[in-house]
């Protein structure tokens, strides 16, 4: 099994193709879509970067998969979908509970809040076969519902439930996120994999500035990671997940990703003059 890793700068994000190069088979976490924010522009220079690699290396691509509903970067899992049709889109069977509830926000009244958007849903404890690949999946919510973990052999995709030690866990404050139910994700679930699982993470910020990182191990996290190791306790991490989220801002694309990134990445429908548009609420305070 290899992994070819990819990193979105403008969003930190790393997506991850996980691939068996004898048998060809593959699947993808987290592709993300370049949009530029002032001008509302897309592009998909980074997802064709992915689509080169897929094609140099004849794969079959099997499963394109959100570990969670992002809310920093918009999903190209439908521009990938649309080079690879047999592809299936997947993402957490507790993505209902963010449709239910971003339905409401964006005021979507048509929209089906049955993940139906999606090709595949994964459930906690799902094996998933992916030609010769096989996939674990463990539901690790917490910095969002959404949240899972897949393990595929050694190799563990955590999505933003665990980040390289020395810049810790996701937050926790979005709507039905929980510092509490990410404290078990992590400590009952993910340290319990044993000490040689490699880990690699949704995100990279580089704290320090030090090199960019993608991969730390379970030992490592337990022993160094700065927010949550093998010691902390619950009481401990919720207090300062909670403190700590009380200072954080918006993220700079949450309003314009989690519309597209909860409906599988499916862009509006043109209008009639064949422009879509974003939906974006005006709070006043
Ligand atoms: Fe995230």
């Known amino acids: 099994m290899e992994i070819k890793t990819f990193y979105h700068k403008d969003t930190n994000t790393f997506s991850y193709i996980v691939y068996e190069p004898t048998t060809k088979d593959a699947v993808i976490f987290d592709c993300v879509l370049d949009y530029h924010k002032a001008s509302s522009t897309i592009s998909y220079d980074s997802v064709e970067e992915v689509i080169d690699f897929l094609q140099q290396q004849q794969l079959?691509?099997?499963?394109?998969?959100?570990?969670?509903?992002h809310a920093d970067h918009l999903s190209a899992a439908q521009y990938l979908k649309s080079k690879y049709p047999l592809a299936k889109t997947a993402v957490s069977t507790q993505i209902t509970l963010v449709q239910e509830t971003f339905s409401k926000i964006y005021n979507f009244a048509d929209m089906s809040v049955d993940g139906s958007q999606f090709d595949?849903?994964?459930?906690?404890?799902?094996?998933i076969e992916a030609g010769k690949l096989t996939l674990n999946i463990m539901h690790t919510p917490g910095h969002t519902p959404t949240c899972m973990s897949v393990l595929i052999e050694d190799c563990l995709f955590t999505g933003d439930s665990l980040f390289i030690p020395d810049f810790g866990t996701g937050r926790c404050d979005f709507p039905n996120g929980s510092a509490e139910q990410?404290?078990?994700?992590?400590?009952?679930k993910l340290y319990t994999l044993p000490d040689k699982t490699r880990v690699f993470v949704g995100h990279d910020y580089q704290p320090g500035g030090?090199?960019?990182r993608s991969e730390t191990s379970i030992l490592e996290s337990k022993k160094?990671?700065?927010?949550?190791?093998?010691?902390?306790?619950?009481?401990?991490?919720?207090?300062?997940?909670?403190a700590r989220d009380k200072l954080l801002s918006a993220p700079t694309l949450l309003l314009p990703s989690i519309q597209i990134n909860m409906q599988a990445g499916l862009l509006p429908i043109a209008e009639d003059n064949e422009v879509s548009y974003l939906k974006i609420p005006l709070s006043i305070k």
Do not use: K, P, W
């Open 182 to 188: 990410l404290y078990s994700s992590v400590s009952e």
């Open 120 to 127: 595949s849903l994964f459930a906690d404890g799902d094996i």
């Open 210 to 212: 030090r090199e960019l």
């Open 224 to 242: 160094h990671n700065i927010q949550l190791t093998e010691q902390t306790s619950r009481e401990e991490f919720v207090d300062f997940r909670t």
């Open 60 to 69: 079959v691509l099997h499963y394109i998969i959100e570990s969670h509903i």
